[in-house]
């Protein structure tokens, strides 16, 4: 979230809207990254080993420049390349497959972890789950969301677990906002999920507080 002290927080479907319409997406994007091994570099470390996941842009995607600018920003901030994990969506894979691709792949072997983000909004075919180099598939929230209301939906779910599963993926449900759908997606081995039932966005500080309290109730 953007907190703005006159407007309070501002949603990403705004200001992300508003970035790419200005040309200031990637900037945005880059600022993120570095800004994302600055944060795990600070947080105390008895937090663990934790992975911060960033969204990232198809240019960037296709940048030959990003596997230089991600050891860079790393290396400044003592943090290890397989502590950053980069959210893609379909459509930046697609947008230049060959060198999206071979980006990713090397990105992959230095450690970074690679997630299909917004999984069954977009160019989704067997082939592509075959060839695109990834460790993680996440489901959109608009399917999880209505799963167990909208029999539809609940089978979208259920067959993209096992889609991600069948091609080594480990699935991730976004847009978990109560125990029960929590619950479902337990029973039909969903690997991971996020979402409003466990927490709202938090500001750093309140997300290691979260963090430790939870480790300790748990």
Not at 157 to 181: C, I, K, P, S, T
Request: negative net charge; aromatic residues 6%; hydrophobic residues 45%.
């Amino acid at each position: 979230r953007w907190n703005r002290p006159e407007a309070g927080n501002v949603p990403p479907e705004i200001f992300i809207d508003l970035a790419e319409m200005t040309g200031q997406i990637d900037p945005l994007t880059r600022f993120a990254i570095r800004r994302a091994f600055r944060q795990l570099g600070e947080w105390p470390k008895s937090l663990g080993l934790m992975r911060v996941a960033v969204n990232v842009t198809p240019s960037i995607v296709c940048s030959p420049e990003l596997v230089g600018e991600l050891e860079a920003a790393a290396g400044e901030c003592g943090v290890g390349l397989d502590r950053l994990t980069l959210e893609v969506t379909e459509h930046a894979l697609m947008a230049d497959r060959e060198r999206s691709h071979g980006v990713l792949a090397r990105l992959r072997e230095l450690g970074v972890r690679v997630s299909i983000d917004d999984f069954g909004t977009g160019y989704s075919s067997l082939a592509y789950l075959k060839q695109v180099p990834a460790d993680e598939l996440k489901i959109d929230r608009s399917f999880v969301m209505n799963m167990l209301a909208d029999e539809a939906d609940g089978r979208i779910v259920e067959q993209a677990v096992a889609l991600g599963h069948a091609f080594g993926l480990e699935v991730v449900a976004e847009g978990v906002e109560n125990a029960e759908v929590a619950a479902r997606l337990a029973a039909i081995g969903c690997d991971y999920v996020q979402g409003f039932h466990y927490a709202k966005p938090l500001a750093p500080k309140e997300f290691a507080a979260w963090a430790q309290d939870r480790r300790k109730s748990h």
